[in-house]
């Protein structure tokens, strides 16, 4: 039943980057890559992956969506034409991903237990998380407790960068509308 | 007992999963934006409450029971709000509703609504749409400065 | 049981990723992508009930917000033409 729902919801994703790769409005595609977003988180669900699926929803579909339409508000919104023959990166993406496929292949199979991820520092997080830190999801006690100062960095990283964008966007829009109320006026006279 | 509540559960999953199909058919189905709202609303009223009803039955008095609760709570309050909104941003982006008698229906609604303003073209197309949208602001502030100064 | 519910969510999620492509306006598309979150949800909470786990619905409580704020934040761009919009003011149309 569950590869039944995956099978599903990958061919959805399928369908909607082929719509994304084809309309040419980009208010469509911002939509269309929320909706892109939520079918992965539901992908993620049914894998297992709890806290990857969260992240998916919440950059994916949130932020994502808000920051493309921020960006939208200063360019068109219709997509241009493209200059040049896409045979060229057509046939990149095409290598890239035959060469992706092919590493697959190199993978152990699905919940192996053999595996170095499985038999190196992994069991012994497995055991000591509970009582080292009484967190009952191994995950979160990696993130929070074991590499905490390691996760403070990154967020103060991430929030740092955050401002930064939020300063030059605001910057932007305010100058757009600088040079609209500038037509506005050339206008009349 | 137990019989009946897995009896009664499947009756609620049962009844919610064709109310969650009929709304996406409708949404596939109706002929405008409005409509369309109309029917996708069912999903978040009937569909998920029958559904969620349906696993509160299985779930018994446990927590799951009550996380359960506060997604039905969320799913009723955010269903309408974002309805709303969809149709008003829809309603001044200047889409018109699809009317057997668009004469009688433009007196209806008043001056909020006016159908001489915007040609039925130009509303299937998205690009013109939102220019005229992005177009519509500068000038309206401007009018709105003229009016005070 | 919750075989027939997972089904129903899926059927409905194809149909309306269908409208979500087709459009024709944004608004159509924006119906669309917030039932698929409504779905996505209910997907979510079966699902747990279908492997016998449904602890994680905690998550779905989160996506049910996201989806709020992500539709409101499309609309008010669109209702407004930009997201830093007190909102206070109604624009002309």
Known sequence: MESFINMILLTLLAVVTLGVVRLRNLFAVVILGGIYSFLMASVLIVLDAVDVSMTEASVGA????????????????????????????????????????YGTWGLPAFGLSDTPINTHVGMRYMELS????????????????????????????????????????????SLARLRRKQQEEEKPS | MQIVIDILSFVLLA?????????????????????????????????????????????????????????????????????????????????????????????????????????????????????????LRPAGRAAKAKAKG | MFVAATLAVLVSLVLLVVRALKGPTVFDRLVAANSIGTDAILLLAVVGFLTGR??????????????????????????????????GEEPED
Do not use: W
């Not at chain 2, 709202?37 to 446990?62: F, K, N, R, W, Y």
């Open chain 1, 62 to 101: 949130g932020i994502s969506t808000v920051l493309m339409l921020t960006v939208l508000y200063m360019t068109r919104v219709e997509e241009a034409k493209p200059v040049h023959t896409p045979i060229l990166p057509l046939f990149v993406a095409g290598v890239t991903g035959a060469v992706l496929v």
């Open chain 2, 15 to 135: 009844a919610g999963g064709v109310f969650m199909v009929i709304s996406a058919v409708g949404v596939n189905r109706m002929p405008d934006i409005y409509t369309r709202l109309h029917a996708a609303s069912v999903a978040d009223t009937l569909g998920a409450g029958l559904l969620i009803a349906g696993m509160m039955l299985q779930a018994g008095p446990t927590l799951v029971t009550a996380k359960l609760v506060m997604i039905l709570a969320i799913l009723f309050f955010s269903g309408p709000v974002a309805g709303h909104a969809v149709a008003r941003a829809a309603l001044a982006a200047g889409v018109r509703p699809h009317v057997d008698h668009p004469e009688e229906s433009a007196d209806a609604c008043g001056a909020d609504f006016n159908v001489e303003a915007v040609p039925h073209e130009t509303v299937r197309d998205d690009v013109k749409l939102i220019r005229s949208l992005k177009g």
């Open chain 3, 54 to 87: 449904p602890e994680f619905l905690d998550i779905a409580i989160t996506y049910a917000l996201l989806n709020l704020i992500g539709t409101l934040a499309v609309l008010k761009y669109f209702r407004f033409g930009d997201l830093a919009h007190s909102g």
């Open chain 1, 130 to 173: 509970v009582p080292d830190t009484g967190i009952p999801n191994v995950v979160t006690s990696v993130l929070a407790s074991y590499r905490g100062f390691d996760t403070l960095g990154e967020t103060t990283v991430v929030f740092t960068a955050g401002i930064g964008v939020l300063l030059l966007l605001r910057r932007g829009v």
